[in-house]
Protein backbone atom coordinates (compact mmCIF):
# COMPACT_ATOMS: atom_id res chain seq x y z
CA UNK A 1 0.00 0.00 0.00
CA UNK A 2 0.78 3.59 -0.62
CA UNK A 3 0.24 6.58 1.84
CA UNK A 4 0.96 9.96 2.42
CA UNK A 5 1.12 11.50 5.03
CA UNK A 6 0.94 15.36 5.58
CA UNK A 7 2.52 17.60 8.47
CA UNK A 8 3.29 21.33 9.39
CA UNK A 9 0.14 22.90 9.51
CA UNK A 10 -0.53 25.05 12.52
CA UNK A 11 -2.36 28.74 13.37
CA UNK A 12 -0.23 31.92 12.28
CA UNK A 13 -0.85 35.60 11.91
CA UNK A 14 -1.20 37.54 9.10
CA UNK A 15 2.11 37.65 7.26
CA UNK A 16 3.58 34.91 8.95
CA UNK A 17 5.34 31.67 7.35
CA UNK A 18 4.43 28.20 7.43
CA UNK A 19 6.25 25.05 5.86
CA UNK A 20 4.22 22.05 5.08
CA UNK A 21 5.61 18.54 4.49
CA UNK A 22 3.77 15.85 2.68
CA UNK A 23 5.92 12.05 2.80
CA UNK A 24 4.68 8.89 0.42
CA UNK A 25 5.59 5.82 1.79
CA UNK A 26 4.86 2.13 0.99
CA UNK A 27 5.25 0.36 -2.68
CA UNK A 28 6.84 3.08 -5.44
CA UNK A 29 9.27 3.18 -7.91
CA UNK A 30 8.98 6.54 -8.53
CA UNK A 31 6.89 9.30 -8.35
CA UNK A 32 5.55 11.25 -11.59
CA UNK A 33 3.75 14.03 -9.95
CA UNK A 34 3.25 15.45 -6.35
CA UNK A 35 0.36 18.24 -5.51
CA UNK A 36 -0.74 20.78 -3.25
CA UNK A 37 -4.26 20.89 -2.79
CA UNK A 38 -6.59 23.42 -0.31
CA UNK A 39 -10.31 23.50 0.64
CA UNK A 40 -12.08 25.46 2.80
CA UNK A 41 -15.22 24.76 4.17
CA UNK A 42 -18.19 25.36 1.97
CA UNK A 43 -15.47 25.96 -0.95
CA UNK A 44 -14.41 23.27 -3.56
CA UNK A 45 -11.33 21.85 -3.35
CA UNK A 46 -8.47 24.09 -5.05
CA UNK A 47 -5.13 23.19 -6.52
CA UNK A 48 -2.57 25.42 -4.91
CA UNK A 49 0.78 24.13 -6.26
CA UNK A 50 2.26 20.79 -8.77
CA UNK A 51 5.80 19.94 -9.19
CA UNK A 52 7.16 17.09 -11.66
CA UNK A 53 9.70 14.70 -11.50
CA UNK A 54 11.71 16.87 -13.34
CA UNK A 55 11.17 20.11 -10.69
CA UNK A 56 8.67 21.41 -13.14
CA UNK A 57 6.28 23.87 -10.91
CA UNK A 58 3.26 25.59 -11.66
CA UNK A 59 1.24 27.24 -9.00
CA UNK A 60 -2.32 29.41 -8.94
CA UNK A 61 -2.38 32.89 -9.15
CA UNK A 62 -3.44 33.68 -5.91
CA UNK A 63 -0.16 32.40 -4.06
CA UNK A 64 2.59 33.17 -6.93
CA UNK A 65 5.49 34.83 -5.39
CA UNK A 66 4.61 33.62 -2.00
CA UNK A 67 4.20 29.78 -1.93
CA UNK A 68 7.35 27.42 -2.87
CA UNK A 69 6.62 24.07 -3.93
CA UNK A 70 9.84 21.61 -3.49
CA UNK A 71 10.69 18.06 -3.86
CA UNK A 72 12.83 15.55 -2.17
CA UNK A 73 13.25 12.35 -4.69
CA UNK A 74 14.85 10.94 -2.62
CA UNK A 75 12.93 10.87 0.25
CA UNK A 76 9.50 10.52 -1.61
CA UNK A 77 8.54 13.97 0.07
CA UNK A 78 7.01 17.42 -1.41
CA UNK A 79 7.47 20.29 0.81
CA UNK A 80 4.97 23.80 0.06
CA UNK A 81 6.59 26.72 1.64
CA UNK A 82 3.93 29.56 2.52
CA UNK A 83 5.25 32.68 3.10
CA UNK A 84 3.43 36.33 3.50
CA UNK A 85 0.39 34.14 4.27
CA UNK A 86 -2.96 35.71 4.52
CA UNK A 87 -6.36 34.83 6.12
CA UNK A 88 -7.66 33.62 2.79
CA UNK A 89 -4.83 31.29 2.73
CA UNK A 90 -6.85 29.01 5.73
CA UNK A 91 -7.89 25.60 4.52
CA UNK A 92 -7.05 22.20 4.96
CA UNK A 93 -4.26 21.16 2.62
CA UNK A 94 -3.94 17.93 0.87
CA UNK A 95 -1.05 16.58 -1.11
CA UNK A 96 -1.40 13.48 -3.77
CA UNK A 97 1.31 12.14 -5.63
CA UNK A 98 0.69 10.38 -8.81
CA UNK A 99 2.98 7.35 -8.89
CA UNK A 100 4.54 5.31 -12.10
CA UNK A 101 1.53 2.78 -12.10
CA UNK A 102 -0.48 5.71 -13.04
CA UNK A 103 -2.82 5.55 -9.32
CA UNK A 104 -3.58 8.92 -7.66
CA UNK A 105 -2.73 9.32 -3.93
CA UNK A 106 -4.52 11.43 -1.24
CA UNK A 107 -3.05 12.31 1.88
CA UNK A 108 -5.19 13.14 4.92
CA UNK A 109 -4.71 17.12 5.11
CA UNK A 110 -3.52 19.22 7.47
CA UNK A 111 -5.09 22.74 8.83
CA UNK A 112 -3.27 25.89 8.19
CA UNK A 113 -5.35 28.65 9.56
CA UNK A 114 -4.30 32.36 9.13
CA UNK A 115 -6.07 34.84 11.56
CA UNK A 116 -5.37 38.07 13.40
Known amino acids: QVQLVESGGGSVQPGGSLRLSCVAS????????MNWYRQAPGKERELVAS???????SYADSVKGRFTIARDNAKNTVYLQMNSLKPEDTAVYFC??????????WGQGTQVTVSS
Open 26 to 33: GSILSINV
Open 96 to 105: NALLHNDRLY
Open 51 to 57: ITSRAST
